[in-house]
């Protein structure tokens, strides 16, 4: 891909996440979309981790608003057909198609660990939000032990 058309592109996902055409995303917008999201996760968790350690709990918790919107849009960006191959750059899992409801119950888990956290940033010990936090991250190994190549 030329740089001004990879530029391009960039753009043009970044309007359609704004936009909240998330729905009508064709194959390859969704799957370029989706591991945007997931990169975007994996920085949100690294910041969520240094503000816990830093004890800034207000802050922290603001960080939870991204996953709880992502953890209810996740499946609009897993069409069917959008399954890793050895062209469009994907390490989705064909499980996901396989076993949908299976897929849905570890987004859903990923959607109750999410809340969990941002309550208790908003009122626990640190002790117990610590707890949670890991027991949020393993939401995300969980999904990607069972779904992801
Ligand atoms: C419900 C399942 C699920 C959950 C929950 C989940 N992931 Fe993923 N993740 C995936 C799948 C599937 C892929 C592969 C997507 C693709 O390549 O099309 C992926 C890919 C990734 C990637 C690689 C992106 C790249 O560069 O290609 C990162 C990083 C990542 N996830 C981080 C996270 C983090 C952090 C969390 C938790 C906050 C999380 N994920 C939660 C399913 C999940």
Redesign the pocket.
């Known amino acids: 891909m030329n740089k001004v058309f990879g530029i391009l592109l960039v753009g043009f996902s970044a309007a359609l996440f704004n936009s909240n055409s998330i729905a009508s995303v064709s194959v390859e917008e969704a ?1 370029q979309k ?2 945007e999201m ?2 975007a ?2 920085a ?2 690294k910041k969520l981790r240094e503000l816990i350690r830093a004890d800034d709990t207000t802050e922290a918790a603001k960080l939870l608003d991204f ?1 709880l919107k992502w ?1 209810e849009e ?1 499946p609009l960006l ?1 069409p069917p057909g ?1 399954e ?1 191959s050895t062209s469009n ?5 064909s499980d ?1 198609w396989d076993d949908p409801i299976g ?1 849905k119950n ?2 859903k ?2 959607n109750l660990k999410s809340k969990e956290l941002r309550k208790s940033l908003r009122g626990a010990d640190s002790a117990s939000i610590n707890e949670t936090f890991e027991s ?2 393993g ?2 190994k ?3 032990k069972q ?2 190549n």
């Open positions: 799957i989706r591991i997931f990169k996760s994996k949100n968790i996953h953890s996740m897993f959008s890793a750059g994907s390490d989705a899992s996901i897929f570890v987004i888990q990923y949020f991250a939401a995300c969980a999904c990607h779904f992801r």
